[in-house]
């Protein structure tokens, strides 16, 4: 059983966030997400400020995933707020395992002097993890777990996780759209990568909440990588085998994007009159998917605030911030990490979509990996807002 939570926003955070809004001014907002893996790149920026000696790397797992993108975003602001470098890279597909630890070695060969991974595989990083060890810098692990293969001397080598309760956000996003089928009807479940603790989680909390519903059948699950194209395809093939389908529970909201796609190509009906579609992150592809009816719910895990805690955690540690300072429970079974820190999550449905649309209009705006020339009141407020949920649980 994992800790609940970490509550990390010290008045210095609170602080420093106080001096943004003073500071901050309005943007526009309204462009769309190119969704196309194929156009995807990997590079490394930089953000900086001219008094910075402290540097942190934060490897993503792409460029083109809103959900990927909202954490470097989070952790840029955070690095700006703290006058700290955050160096960002990615790799270019959510597969690439080698490339991933690749990335990480490179930050270290730079000098970050922290470094924060969202896992592409949770069993397949941990030279990741040992480079960051024997170079002597702190490792935060952000939206996917690790697996444990130090035993008892875990604290050592992670001593951070940052992420959502992947399960109880799934189970909560399926019991939506059940609920809003009557409780009846036939589940198709699209998964991420298998290997990924998150994909595992999230598709574990869908047959949960399957399991409590005698009028739903789980008729299919499969793997479409957390790929749109992928998801396109299969989810295709699904229709052909299984001709009464009423929900797509997806692990990601690529997949559910793509699943509205195959419906829509074989002339299913999507939406509150036809198959509802579920997926996760609150990408701004799915986000207008809903506000256009078609899609029928996204679970927004709040991944912004997971760059930016990230950063401060990683912050705290590379000072030597004592972990008693910290707010967390201790006595739990199965622990892996030291600190565990988890972020909320929020559905989103046609009835709130107004609220978190803005937010991934303004986050495509960006550019990973290159400054944050200017955030909005909006984005400033939707951060406050993540905060008052975070405090709340």
Same mark, same amino acid.
């Given at each position: ?165 992947? #399960? /109880?956000?799934?189970? =909560? ?7 809003? @089928? +009557?409780?009846? *009807? &036939?589940?198709?479940? !699209? ?72 419906? #829509? /190509?074989?002339?299913? =009906? ?7 579609? @579920? +997926?996760?992150? *609150? &990408?701004?592809?799915? !986000? ?72 991934? #209009? /303004? ?31």
């Amino acid at each position: 059983m994992k800790k609940r939570m970490t509550k990390i926003l010290s008045i210095a955070v609170v602080g420093a966030m106080a001096l943004s809004l003073a500071a901050c001014g309005s943007t526009s907002s309204g462009s769309t997400e190119d969704s196309s893996a194929a156009d995807e790149t990997s590079s490394t920026a930089e953000t900086t400020t001219a008094d910075s000696d402290i540097s942190i790397g934060i490897v993503v797992k792409t460029a083109t995933n809103a959900h990927f993108q909202d954490i470097a975003y989070g952790a840029v602001l955070a690095g700006q707020e703290l006058g700290v470098e955050v160096r960002v890279d990615n790799t270019t597909t959510e597969s690439d395992v080698d490339g991933q630890v690749t990335k990480c070695e490179n930050m270290i060969s730079a000098g970050v002097d922290a470094l924060i991974l969202t896992a592409n595989d949770s069993d397949g990083v941990s030279g990741a993890v040992e480079a960051a060890h024997d170079a002597g810098i702190p490792f935060v692990t952000v939206d996917t777990e690790i697996t444990n293969v130090w035993g008892d001397e875990i604290d050592d080598y992670m001593p951070s996780y940052i992420g959502v309760d992947h #399960e /109880e956000m799934a189970y =909560e996003l399926a019991k939506t759209v059940i609920d809003a @089928a +009557g409780g009846e *009807g &036939n589940v198709i479940i !699209l998964r991420g990568v298998d290997a990924a603790s998150s994909s595992i989680e999230r598709t574990a909390g869908f047959e949960r909440a399957i399991a409590e519903y005698d009028g739903i059948t789980l008729v299919d699950s499969q793997s479409a990588s957390y790929d749109q194209d992928t998801a396109t395809t299969t989810m295709s093939d699904l229709i052909q085998a299984h001709s009464d389908i009423d929900i797509v529970l997806c692990c990601n909201d690529l997949m559910a994007v793509g699943a509205v796609t195959a419906l #829509e /190509e074989n002339g299913i =009906e999507v939406g509150e009159d036809g198959v509802l579609v @579920a +997926g996760i992150d *609150g &990408n701004l592809l799915a !986000l207008q998917s809903i506000d256009e009816g078609k899609l029928y719910a996204s679970a927004y895990d709040w991944s912004i605030l997971q760059g930016y805690y990230a950063v401060y955690q990683a912050y705290d540690l590379i000072n030597g911030t004592d972990s008693s300072e910290w707010e967390y429970q201790a006595n739990f079974e199965d622990d892996v990490y030291s600190l565990y820190t988890f972020t909320p999550d929020t559905i989103i449905t046609s009835e709130n979509i107004d609220e978190y649309l803005p937010h991934g #209009e /303004e986050l495509a705006e960006w550019t990973m990996g290159t400054e944050v020339e200017s955030v909005s009141d909006y984005m400033w407020e939707f951060i406050d807002k993540g905060n008052e949920l975070f405090d709340a649980l």
